[in-house]
């Protein structure tokens, strides 16, 4: 296991005018791993997405990708470091088939000419890499598929271009229980081939389904970074809810300020 993390965020500022919805954040996400990134409606999760992503500047902190310190401008410089973000619309064009919708906006050509053929294997490749198994053909529109279909799409899309940060939006939101557990097993596998992904999540279920690590935010703080087999259920329900957590057994099992500002994570390795 890789102990830089792919992704390192350290001590992010986010205001909007005079409203600062990001005080100290911090987030790391690292290859072959699942962080879920978790926090109350408001906490924060989404404006922190949207800064590692390249959507928003930060106002302040440190952003470093394989350990390297990196200025994120805009999504495509993201892109081009190997992030990639599946927003919970997932920008799918209904009318458009997988393949289609795979490759929209980065066709591959054969010169003047679409290369369907080989398009359409990568976009097989990367289904199957992945064990989506629902899916009979790539070239059925979208319109077709089901919400969890969908969702396996737009992350294996995200597969296809060797993203090493995949950030996940609440995949499972609209799901029902069987889709629900179909889309958390592409989930993993995505993190099995050694991508570090970011789910977003509110469901507690999911996270401890999947999850490696968990970081807590609580209005607009990091609260926590822990490793998901340090924490209980209701810990992390309390961590999101109050942004403490009772049962600290003083071995640093719950990240927390060390006075120099940073966090300090509990259970590395
Ligand atoms: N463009 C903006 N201008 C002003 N305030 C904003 C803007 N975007 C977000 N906020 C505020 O920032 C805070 C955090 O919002 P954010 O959407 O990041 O939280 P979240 O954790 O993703 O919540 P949810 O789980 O409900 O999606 C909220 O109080 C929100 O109103």
Redesign the pocket.
């Known amino acids: 296991m890789s102990v830089t993390p792919v992704l390192d965020l350290r001590g992010v500022g986010k205001s909007?005018?005079p409203?600062q919805?990001l005080h100290d954040v911090a987030l790391s996400a690292y290859a072959g791993e699942v962080t879920a990134l978790v926090?109350?409606?408001?906490?924060?999760?989404?404006?922190?997405v949207k800064c590692l992503g390249g959507v928003w500047p930060m106002d302040r902190g440190e952003y470093l990708f394989e350990g390297r310190p990196v200025r994120v401008g805009s999504p495509r410089e993201a892109a081009e470091l190997g992030i990639e973000i599946v927003h919970q619309d997932l920008a799918l064009c209904e009318n458009l088939d997988i393949v289609q919708n795979m490759f929209l906006g980065r066709e591959w050509r054969n010169g003047l000419v679409l290369d369907e053929a080989a398009m359409e294997e990568l976009a097989i490749r990367a289904l199957t890499g992945l064990s989506v198994r629902t899916i009979k053909s790539v070239r059925q529109p979208v319109s077709g598929l089901s919400g969890g279909q969908r969702q396996s799409v737009a992350i294996a899309r995200a597969m296809l271009w060797d993203a090493k940060v995949v950030v996940l939006d609440e995949p499972t939101a609209a799901l029902g229980v069987a889709q629900t557990q179909q889309v958390l097993e592409v989930v993993r596998r995505l993190a099995d081939k050694g991508r570090a992904v970011v789910l977003?999540s509110?469901n507690m279920n999911d996270v401890f389904a999947v999850a490696d690590r968990i970081c807590a935010?609580y209005l607009?703080r990091t609260v926590a970074q822990v490793k998901a087999s340090e924490v209980t259920y209701s810990q992390v329900v309390e961590l999101i809810t109050s942004g403490r957590m009772d049962g600290l057994d003083g071995s640093g099992a719950v990240a927390g300020r060390n006075g120099t500002g940073r966090l300090r994570e509990a259970g590395r390795g």
């Open positions: 909007f005018g409203v919805v926090g109350d409606n408001g906490a924060g999760k989404s404006t922190l977003i509110h935010l607009g």
